[in-house]
């Protein structure tokens, strides 16, 4: 497997390979990083899908971050990775210059896109993919079709993105057995997210009860599942491992090697589910962006 990058940060080092698996390396007790490896930002909020639940509240008249002209974009570190999202990304004016502005300072990114804008819009993820723009390719769920399941295929580096209390059995059954990766998300009770949680608060919670019940045997069915640390919370995933698992596969907590990073309403936060007086103002550097989030910690 192909080495995407290797770099030390405070008292470890990590390794990141071609297909996205990273691997921690420490002589101490702990990993101590001086800098995030990793940001969510959001560059923009416009999206057609109108998803019920979407807890970004994003529209047809969201906005665009100003993304070519931050200035904290110069202070990331080579190898350092940022999990791009929107919105709709893919719609975003400057998203390929963005995208070569991170190549050219050998930062990592990684992009998620929806099901309908990855089928639409296959030319230019295709092109992002080919010349190494994006390494990590997410794709968030909206119908498991045989000609979705055929395209994602195609891309080795894709994770299927679906959340718990959207996510169903019917999904299940046509993506199992395909050899595809899976993330699952948390469910967010945050702008959208939340009225649509109140509306149809007992089909959110049904579909959840049976991911809790299933997640062990669907977990079989995939090449790899992930989650982020609120289905980790959710899911309560840590009964499904041993102590030595568990220490092997969390990542950390949201703030202790991650941030998020908000480019159009130009605030930062632990998470994208940080409260409202918990975002903070830009600031110049990832580094002091990311201390900022640490004293939070403490
Ligand atoms: S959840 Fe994603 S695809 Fe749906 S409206 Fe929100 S940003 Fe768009």
């Not at 390794?15 to 969510?40: H, V």
């Not at 050998?106 to 804008?117: E, G, L």
């Not at 794709?139 to 395209?151: D, G, R």
Request: glycine share 6%; with cysteine; aromatic share 10%.
């Amino acid at each position: 497997m192909g080495l995407l990058g290797r770099y030390k940060n405070g008292n470890f080092v990590t390794t990141i390979l071609s297909d996205g698996t990273k691997i921690r390396e420490t002589e101490d007790d702990e990993f101590i990083p001086l800098f995030a490896e990793n940001m969510d930002i959001k560059i923009c909020n416009y999206c057609d899908m109108g998803c019920k639940f979407c807890h970004e509240g994003s529209t047809i008249n969201g906005k665009f971050g100003n993304i070519l002209n931050e200035k904290f974009i110069d202070s990331l570190h080579p190898y350092q990775e940022v999990a791009i999202g929107g919105g709709d990304a893919t719609s975003h004016p400057d998203l390929t210059p963005f995208l070569q502005k991170l190549k050219e300072k050998k930062v990592i990114a990684n992009m998620t896109v929806n099901q309908i804008h990855f089928e639409k819009k296959q030319e230019l993820i295709k092109k992002l993919v080919n010349e190494k723009l994006i390494y990590g390719l997410g794709v968030s769920l909206v119908n498991p079709t045989k000609h979705f399941i055929e395209l994602i295929k195609q891309y080795p580096n894709a994770v299927i993105h679906v959340i718990n209390g959207v996510l169903k059995p019917s999904d299940i059954k046509a993506l199992e057995n395909n050899n595809l990766k899976m993330l699952i998300l948390g469910y967010k009770h945050l702008r959208r997210g939340n009225e649509y949680f109140e509306e149809e608060q007992n089909d959110i919670e049904t579909k959840q009860q049976w991911l809790y019940e299933n997640l062990e045997d669907i977990i079989q069915k995939f090449q790899v599942v992930s989650f982020d640390n609120l289905a980790i919370e959710q899911l309560d995933v840590k009964r499904l491992l041993t102590q030595e698992e568990w220490d092997e596969f969390y990542m950390g907590d949201d703030g202790s090697t991650t941030y998020y990073v908000d480019m159009v309403e130009r605030k930062f936060a632990r998470s994208s589910t940080a409260h409202m007086n918990k975002r903070y103002d830009l600031l110049d550097s990832v580094d002091d962006m990311f201390n900022v989030i640490r004293m939070e910690n403490d």
